[in-house]
């Protein structure tokens, strides 16, 4: 079984701060995504990347940035955390970018103050 | 713009019963479509999807249904189960596409 494992389970930051998200997953899948999950607004794609040193942005990539060092690690980063980032964060990897189901992690939820 | 669209944020439903959720889409170059169950406190986990060849896949109790000239999908549960209780994202891609689009999800209640 694929298992994506969130560093964290939740976060409390201060506004202002530098967030990191750590997110790895064991089956070797190029892809990897960074969504965030608000009421009412379902899953938006914040980054991905299709293999190790690249990324694309998704749909809301502002004030956010990432880095994939290793093809196993993905991490998300909130350059300068702000209220407006509180959110539950979930990270995803797959073997295809878009027609193979995509495994999630638990997800981490982020609270800014 | 809302491309994938599911307009019932909930539903309610009694055990043993059939629940129908239903999804929109409105980007006629979509081919391929997921079906997601999410509990609280856990990442969504991949249910059944179905390929725009087909307008019917089926897996135990959950049986998709497409529609490709309403643009319309949907998923069946039966029967229903309390532990069917939970979020379903419906989401969808295309060939040459880049990303998965999500829609907002359903939240469905099986009462016992």
């Known amino acids: 079984d694929v298992k994506v494992t969130q560093s964290s389970r939740y976060l409390v930051k201060r506004t202002g701060e530098k967030v990191f998200l750590e997110c790895v997953q064991d089956?070797?899948?190029?892809?990897m995504f960074w969504y965030r999950q608000d009421p009412g607004l379902g899953l938006r794609l914040i980054y991905f990347s299709y293999d190790v040193k690249m990324k694309e942005k998704g749909d809301i990539p502002e004030g956010y940035s990432v880095s994939r060092e290793k093809k196993e690690r993905f991490s998300l980063i909130l350059e300068s955390a702000s209220t407006n980032q509180t959110s539950m964060y979930l990270c995803?990897?797959?073997?295809?970018?878009?027609?193979?189901?995509?495994?999630f992690g638990d997800g981490t939820r982020l609270s800014i103050l | 713009d809302q491309q994938v669209k599911q307009n019932s944020p909930s539903l309610s439903v009694q055990e043993g019963r059939i629940s129908i959720l239903n999804c929109d889409y409105t980007n006629s170059m979509f081919d391929y479509f997921l079906w997601y169950k999410k509990y609280p406190a856990e990442g969504p986990t991949f249910l059944i999807s179905i390929s725009s060849i087909k307008d019917k896949n089926e897996d135990g109790r959950f049986t998709v249904f497409l529609n490709k000239s309403a643009k319309h999908l949907s998923l069946h549960i039966v029967p229903s189960q309390p532990g069917d209780s939970a979020v379903y994202f419906c989401a969808a891609s295309h060939t040459g596409g880049f990303k998965t689009i999500f829609g907002a999800g359903t939240r469905l209640f099986v009462k016992a």
């Open positions: 995803a990897s797959s073997s295809d970018r878009t027609h193979q189901p995509q495994h």
């Open positions: 089956m070797d899948h190029e892809n």
